[in-house]
């Protein structure tokens, strides 16, 4: 996962930067560079591989620039060669980037247009080439940038230099996170407080659209409006680098923020994002040989996995059981030899999960895990591991490694399709561009969270809720359900839409809020009957859908939260964000203990 530094210093640079990569290691890369202004000219080195390669390239070529920004990159558009390590340079600006651009194909035919020349298979060089061709039409470097800003889709965090400005550097964030550190006639930008470690301890934290402009005097924020923004200046414990939680007030706050940026890199992982294509390790199977599948997990993973079943089933028409971890391990469920179970586990360590793995195993069955920590026992004990890259998770409740779940699930479920003659290329494409456009989706339902807090004003007051939906909302429901019980104590249950009338229904009266998951998809029309259902005996609804659903639901609601419009497929990661948001919020209502809630823990190593 990419890491960014810059830095306006006063002594050479380039060791300091070299310096700070080191701390940016753990998030893993595969070629790092940095570039500099030596007599006012942009000067870059970069090396494929480990930080030991690029300083072996200082040492022979040295830097003596006092201004430079530096970057780790792992590899999501194009191989992990030097070509294709950042910083990227046009003819008067060097760009570093963490994250996807989503729409680079399009500004690369355009800026090609314009007679740009690319050397390299990377979104990035698309940003030094846009800003260099604004600054060829007359702009200024930072009139530039801000006018390049919102030609970008996807999620994002940026720095710049430029020819010939010896104090000027520009962050930009967008997604993915960017920090800003305070130095005696120094200045810093940084992925995190941990990169700016060494140089300050004085940081602040971009907000989601923001971008700055740094001199060695001083800084000015923007945010995505151009607006002069102050943003607060805080003390980092970074040594603790774990534990730090940035701008948020709790780690689950923070994990539900960096979901777009987590997802953007899991998918990095999965997806030839040029060719359009799920690209799997290689497998000891074959999917054409399958005749089932079966995924095992616990809590909020199973939920996951109950998602991955819609998908599985429509991509690759593959059957599948998905199983409780705990209940699979003591029951008598035949295994055929040569299918395929799939465990899901943030951890990696959860003992019903690992017993069952076991079990599928020993039952002749290949076996695949989804886990985010690389190196638990789960991982260790499969075939074949298939990361979920949400980097640490800190609060007990699940919410980054879940929507990561979902997007391996995806992945998986579209490469079965493919190969099982179900999905043409064409429909993989499609659906490959549904997941690509994710993270921006995230950033927007993200920005809905001042509606769900006001919301969740309402939820804190009840004693039971509802949660109903369709499909692979109905998944979502369940774990909308769990994720408020589990950290506001308030009871609630997830039902399948049309499971309403066989029961639940008579807890409706006009105390219930019920949470109605509804994106305008093919099964809209049935939940919009079983709201009226809830409307007719008083119940109190909160309808999650998009512009379409909002404009065809005719059901009076108490609150309406509009998602963007996106495609079927890829609804759950992002219905996922208000689902998390709302319990969060409640939470925080009820004064509740967040991150480390009551009974529970974060890794479940007992039966
Ligand atoms: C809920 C939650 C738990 C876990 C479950 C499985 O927010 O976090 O339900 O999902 O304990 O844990 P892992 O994924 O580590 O196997």
Redesign the pocket.
């Known amino acids: 996962m990419c890491g960014i530094i810059g830095i306006l210093g006063r002594t050479p640079v380039a060791p300091q930067m070299v310096d700070a990569l080191k701390r940016l290691e753990y998030r893993g890369y595969d070629s790092a560079g940095v570039a500099t202004l030596e007599h006012g000219h942009l000067t870059r080195r970069r090396a494929e591989g480990k930080l030991k390669n690029l300083e072996h390239r200082l040492d022979g070529e040295p830097l003596a620039g006092t201004i430079g920004i530096g970057h780790t990159r792992w590899a999501t558009h194009g191989r992990p060669n030097e070509t294709n390590a950042h910083p990227h340079a046009g003819r008067r600006v060097a760009v570093v980037h963490n994250g996807i651009i989503e729409n680079f194909n399009e500004l690369r035919r355009e800026l090609e247009g314009h007679g740009a020349r690319f050397a390299t298979e990377t979104d990035t060089e698309v940003v030094a080439h846009l800003v260099d061709h604004l600054m060829s039409t007359g702009l200024g470097p930072v009139e530039a940038v801000k006018a390049a800003l919102p030609r970008l889709r996807g999620a994002f965090a940026l720095g710049f230099i430029f020819e010939g400005e010896e104090d000027l550097m520009i962050g930009a964030r967008r997604g993915s996170p960017l920090a800003v550190g305070y130095g005696q006639g120094e200045m810093y930008l940084g992925s995190d407080a941990i990169a700016l470690a060494p140089f300050t301890s004085t940081i602040s934290y971009l907000e989601d659209g923001d971008w700055v402009v740094l001199k060695r005097g001083g800084l000015q924020v923007y945010d995505e409006d151009g607006a002069p923004v102050n943003r607060p200046v805080m003390k980092s414990s970074a040594s603790a680098f774990l534990v730090d939680k940035g701008n948020y007030r709790h780690f689950m706050s923070k994990e539900i923020h960096e979901q777009p940026e987590v997802v953007g890199h899991t998918l990095a992982h999965y997806i030839d994002f040029a060719a359009e294509r799920v690209v799997l390790p290689d497998l000891p199977f074959d999917f054409t040989s399958l005749q089932r599948v079966t995924i095992a ?6 939920y996951a996995g109950l998602t991955g079943k819609y998908w599985f089933e429509r991509f690759a028409r593959l059957p599948v059981e998905v199983e409780i971890a705990s209940e699979l391990r003591y029951g008598d469920a035949p295994f055929a030899p040569g299918n395929l179970a799939i465990f ?7 003992a019903d ?1 690992l017993a069952t793995l076991r079990h599928a195993k020993a039952n002749g069955q290949h076996v695949v895990s989804v886990v ?1 920590v690389a190196t638990s026992t ?1 991982a260790r004990e499969s075939d074949v591991v298939m990361p979920t890259l949400a980097g640490p998770e800190i609060g ?4 980054k ?2 929507t990561c779940q979902l997007t391996v699930l995806a992945c998986i479920a579209i490469a079965a399709g493919r190969a099982r003659g179900n999905l043409s290329e064409e429909d993989e494409r499609r659906l490959v561009r549904a997941l690509v456009e994710v993270p921006r989706h995230m950033t927007a339902a993200l920005a809905l969270e001042p509606e769900v807090e006001k919301l969740a004003r309402d939820i804190a007051k009840s004693r039971d809720v509802l949660y109903l939906g369709r499909g692979t909302s109905f998944p979502l429901a369940l774990e909308g359900a ?2 408020l019980k ?1 950290i506001s104590y308030i009871h609630a249950e997830g039902y399948a839409a049309g499971e309403l009338k066989h029961g639940p229904i008579a807890l409706i009266d006009e105390t219930m809020p019920v949470i109605v998951i509804a994106p305008h998809d093919r099964v809209f029309e049935k939940t919009v009957s079983n709201m009226q259902e809830v409307a007719a005996r008083g119940g109190k609804i909160i309808l999650l859908t998009d512009p379409q659903g909002a404009a065809e639901a005719t059901v009076d609601s108490l609150a309406t939260l509009v998602l963007p419009h996106m495609p079927a497929s890829v609804t759950p990661m992002v219905y996922a964000v208000p689902v998390q948001m709302l319990a969060y919020h409640a939470a925080v209502i009820m004064g509740t203990d967040v991150d480390q809630p009551r009974n ?1 823990a ?3 190593t007992v039966e």
């Open positions: 997990a616990c809590g909020t993973a199973y899901v586990s943030q951890s990696g360590e959860t999960t985010n789960i007990v409740a699940s919410t490694a879940f769990l994720k589990e529970l974060k890794s479940v």
